[in-house]
Every structure is written in C-alpha cells, then in structure tokens.
C-alpha cells in the first residue's frame, strides 16, 4: 500500500469510527435489546425473552390506535405538504418586486425545530386564548370555542393542520429548485403547440422534475413517520393517547415506562414498515426509469 493510500485511509478512519459508533452500533444494539427485557430501572435483570416485546406491543390497543394514526398522520400530511408546497413554488419561479423577502418568510418554518413549531401551535389552538378560536368566533363560523387539543374529535386534524403547515416550506425549497431547472426551451415550444397553462404543467412541468418530486415525497414521508417532536410539543400524545403515532409512543415507552425493550420492539416494526413502504414506493413509481423522461 503506498502513501497516497495510507494517507486516505487514515483520513476516513475518524469518519468511520463516528459511523460505526454513533449509527450502526445503535442500531443493532436498539435490535438486540427489542428481544430482551431490558428496563431502566432493573437494570441488573436484562435477559433474552424472545419475541414477548413484540406480543406485548400487538396486545396494546395503544399500539394499533398509534398505528392507525400514523397512516392518518403520514398520508394526510404528505399529500396536503405536497400540493400546497407545489403551488408555491409555480407562485415563486418566476421573479417579482420583494421575492426575496417574501421567500425568507416562506421558507423560516423549515429553519425552527418541530417542538418549537408544536408549541406555537398549542398556543395558537388554546381553547381560551388562542387564536385561531378567537378568528373563528369573530367570523360567526362558530359560537362557542372548540377544544381543538383537549377533544379527541378535533385533537388528530389540529396536528396534522400544523405538520402540513411546517413542511409546506420543504417542498416548496426543493420543488422550487427543480422549477428553475426546466429548460424554457420546452415551454416555447409547447406554446407553439398551443398548450394552455395546465397542459404545460402537466405535459412539460411535473414529468421534467418527476425524479425531484419521487425523491421529496418518498424523503418527507419517511421523516413524518419518524418524527414525534411536534406532536409532543401540541399534545404530548393526548387526550388520552388519541394523537399518538408509533414514533412518540416509542418515546412514552422510554420516558415514562423506562421500558427499552418494549420501545425498541416498536422501533423494529417501525423499521419493517419503513422498508416495505419504500420497496413499494419505488416498485410502483419505477423510480429507476425516472431519467426517461
């Protein structure tokens, strides 16, 4: 081995020995630990139990009421944070006076932390104070002030209301960027066809950033699945674990239960259904064939 390759070689070493210590061995260890009973406060009992975290966890009706949320959480958000996120970035490709302070304002969301954003949030849903109670009542659209983070009934729309709030700016950074990269070429040229608007977007626009929108929405979705810290900043799972998603029970199970084999069994079926979701994902849109376009 010459120089030059031991000169590299030692280079990387640092890298990989944060990989492999802050990353895979996490990850195994947060496996191994799925099938042991292994609880913060008995720490001197850890032993191997098989597959009883995993039973346990499909008992729980908190479990399957948290699953079924995250389907809601995920679909609900992805779709609406997609659409909106497009239409703002159609409304920012082209230049106009103040864009720049206009996509400052749009964009900041992106730059704060979920919590934050949840807590704001909370703030603005307060049955008492807040004011999105306080606009609806001055409209006469209601006539009483609405618990929107205390009723079970309105509590899971109000933070989906704020997850397609924060991640509309994502999409509109990204698909922006994939916007401005559409040759003007085409749309001459589709105007010579005599191509109205919507044909342009849907003939010339959405297949030439397909590969960009594949890779956003498959991205966005797997970071709303995983990504508790809003709903703990709105409603910390409540009322009575009805806005729970799989990912902020994990975190009941460690926080409050000390329980890490039961939270790393959810984290296991979080990781299998992760992987499923992206093999049918990419299967269904054949993202390999996306530089056909």
Not at 13 to 26: G, Q
Not at 103 to 116: D, E, K, P, R, V
Not at 136 to 157: C, T, V
Request: glycine share 8%; proline share 3%.
């Amino acid at each position: 081995m010459n120089n030059k390759k031991v000169f590299i070689l030692s280079g990387l070493l640092p890298a990989l020995a944060l990989i492999l210590a802050f990353t895979y061995y996490p990850f195994l260890k947060g496996i191994i630990m799925a099938f042991q009973d292994y609880k913060l406060f008995d720490l001197r009992n850890v032993h191997f139990v098989g597959l009883d975290n995993f039973k346990a966890a499909f008992k729980d009706p908190k479990f399957f009421t948290a699953l079924k949320n995250s389907g809601y959480w995920v679909f609900c958000s992805l779709i609406l944070q997609f659409v909106f996120g497009l239409a703002l970035a159609l409304l920012l490709r082209k230049p106009f006076r103040g864009r720049g302070i206009f996509q400052g304002f749009a964009f900041y969301s992106w730059a704060l932390s979920g919590f934050l954003i949840g807590m704001i949030w909370k703030w603005m849903f307060n049955s008492q104070i807040g004011v999105i109670n306080d606009l609806l009542l001055r409209l006469h659209i209601i006539d009483e002030r609405i618990g929107f983070l205390s009723n079970p009934k309105w509590a899971m729309m109000s933070v989906i209301i704020a997850n397609v709030w924060y991640g509309i700016a994502f999409f509109a950074i990204m698909l922006l960027a994939a916007l401005q990269s559409v040759p003007a070429d085409l749309y001459e040229a589709a105007d010579m066809d005599g191509a109205t608007g919507i044909r342009k977007l849907w003939n010339v626009t959405l297949p030439y950033i397909l590969p960009t929108i594949i890779a956003t929405t498959l991205l966005r979705a797997i970071w709303i699945f995983n990504d508790p810290s809003l709903i703990y900043g709105l409603t910390n799972g409540g009322p009575a674990g009805s806005t729970h998603i799989l990912s902020s029970l994990m975190l009941d199970k460690i926080i409050y239960a000390g329980d890490y084999g039961a939270a790393s069994a959810i984290g296991v079926i979080m990781i299998a259904l992760l992987l499923l979701y992206t093999i049918f994902f990419l299967t269904v849109t054949k993202a390999e064939k996306v530089g056909d376009f």
